[in-house]
C-alpha cells in the first residue's frame, strides 16, 4: 500500500546469535547428561522434544548436543523408533566433563574410627577411578548430617544402618542408598565399655555413664547397656571424649567408638570390655553396616553410586587394624584423636 513503511525487524548481531546458540546447546547437554546418568545404562533418554519444549530450542540444537555426547563417546545411543534413544552404554567421566557437572559433597562421619579412614581411602580411590571430582568432609552426628543433606549443603552422607532403618527410612519417602556389607560401620569388638582400672566394680553402686544425644547410636546403646532403671545416671560427653572424661573424673563409664588416639586406653589406665546387654547387642547388630545416602537435588549421582566398588571397603578396613600400634601410617596426625 502506498504510504506504508516495512515493520523494522529486530537484527541480532552475529557473535551473540553464536554465543546465545552455544549457551542453548550447553544447557541442552547438560540436561541431557543428567538424565542419562540419573537414568542409567538400559533405560531410555527422554525424547528430543521434551529438551525442546524445555529450553524453547530447536530440533537442530538438540540434534547438535546429542551428536557431541555421542561423537565423545560420553554416550551410546540406539534408537527404537517411536520408543526413543535407549541408553546402551556411558562413560562417566566424559559426561561429567562435557557437562560441566559439579563436584560430588560426601559428608562422612568425625576422623577417628578406622572405618571411616577405610570408607574414606576407597570412596576418594573410587571417584578417582570413576573421573569424577569430590570434595569429602566431615560432621558428628547421623542426624545433623542428614540435615546437611536435606538443606542441599552435602550430596552423599554416610549413616549407620541402625539409624537408616529406624529414623531416615522411617521418616519420610524412601532415599537413593547403598548398603554396605555387616561391620563396615562398626567393626567387630570396636564397640567397647571403658572404665578406669584401678575402680572397683561394685555390685549396685551408682555409676555416672558418659551419654552423647548428638550421637543416635551411641546414645541408644548406652541407653541399652546402662539402663536409667538399673540406677545409673547420665551425663552428656562428646563421645569421641570419653576417655578424657573417664580419667578427668566426670562419670565412671561411658560407651566409646575405638579409634586412634594419642595414648591407647589401656596405656592411659583404663579398663575395656564389650557390650554385654542384649539388646544393646541387638542394636549393634542391626546398625553396623554403613549407609550411603544421596540427595535427590543430584539426580545425576545415581548412575556414580552404583558404580563405586564398596567391596574394597572391607579389605581397606582389615588392612588397617592388622596394623601393629605403632605403625606409622597408624599414627597419622590427621588421624589420631
Known amino acids: 500500500m502506498e504510504g506504508s513503511r516495512p515493520v523494522p525487524q529486530r537484527v541480532v548481531p552475529l557473535r551473540l546469535a553464536t554465543a546465545e546458540l552455544q549457551r542453548a546447546t550447553s ?36 540434534q547438535r548436543a546429542i551428536e557431541l555426547l555421542t561423537g565423545t563417546g560420553a554416550l551410546v545411543l540406539t534408537s527404537r523408533g517411536h520408543l526413543g534413544r535407549h541408553i546402551a552404554d556411558m562413560r562417566i567421566e566424559r559426561l561429567w566433563h562435557i557437562a ?37 568432609h566431615h560432621s558428628a552426628g547421623a542426624a545433623e548430617r542428614i540435615r ?37 560401620y562398626y567393626a567387630r569388638d570396636t564397640m567397647l565399655v571403658l572404665r578406669r582400672a584401678a575402680d572397683p566394680v ?15 547410636d551411641q546414645a541408644r546403646l548406652t541407653e541399652c547397656e546402662f539402663p536409667l532403671d538399673d540406677g545409673f545416671t547420665y551425663v552428656e560427653v562428646s563421645f569421641p571424649r570419653v576417655p578424657v572424661a573417664i580419667l578427668e573424673g566426670r562419670v565412671d563409664a561411658g560407651v566409646w567408638h575405638a579409634m586412634q588416639t594419642l595414648i591407647p586406653p589401656r596405656l592411659a589406665g583404663l579398663h575395656q570390655r564389650p557390650l554385654e546387654r542384649p539388646a544393646a547387642l541387638a542394636l549393634l547388630a542391626r546398625s553396623s ?28 578396613q582389615t588392612r588397617l587394624t592388622s596394623l601393629p600400634d605403632d605403625s606409622p601410617e597408624l599414627l597419622d596426625p590427621t588421624w589420631t584423636v
Do not use: K
Request: net charge neutral.
Open 100 to 136: 560441566d557437572i559439579d563436584p560430588v559433597r560426601v559428608l562422612l562421619p568425625p576422623r577417628g574410627p578406622f572405618e571411616v579412614r577405610a570408607l574414606l581411602g576407597v570412596l576418594s580411590s573410587e571417584f578417582t577411578r570413576l573421573g569424577v571430582p569430590s570434595r569429602i
Open 27 to 62: 544447557d541442552v547437554i547438560r540436561a541431557m547428561a543428567v538424565d542419562a546418568l540419573a537414568a542409567g545404562v538400559g533405560s531410555r533418554l527422554p525424547i528430543g522434544s521434551h529438551y525442546q519444549n524445555r529450553f524453547q530450542v530447536g530440533a537442530g540444537t538438540v
Open 289 to 316: 553396616a554403613a549407609v550411603l545416602i544421596m540427595s535427590e537435588r543430584r539426580p545425576e549421582l545415581r548412575a556414580v553410586l552404583d558404580r563405586l566398588d564398596l567391596d574394597r571397603v572391607a579389605e581397606a
Open 202 to 216: 561394685t555390685p549396685g553402686q551408682p555409676l555416672r555413664v558418659a551419654i552423647d544425644p548428638a550421637s543416635w
Open 148 to 184: 546437611c543433606l536435606d538443606a542441599g549443603d552435602a550430596d552423599i552422607t554416610a549413616v549407620s544402618s541402625g539409624f537408616h532403618d529406624a529414623v531416615v527410612a522411617a521418616s519420610g519417602p524412601a532415599r537413593p542408598t547403598r548398603r554396605l556389607a555387616e561391620h563396615s
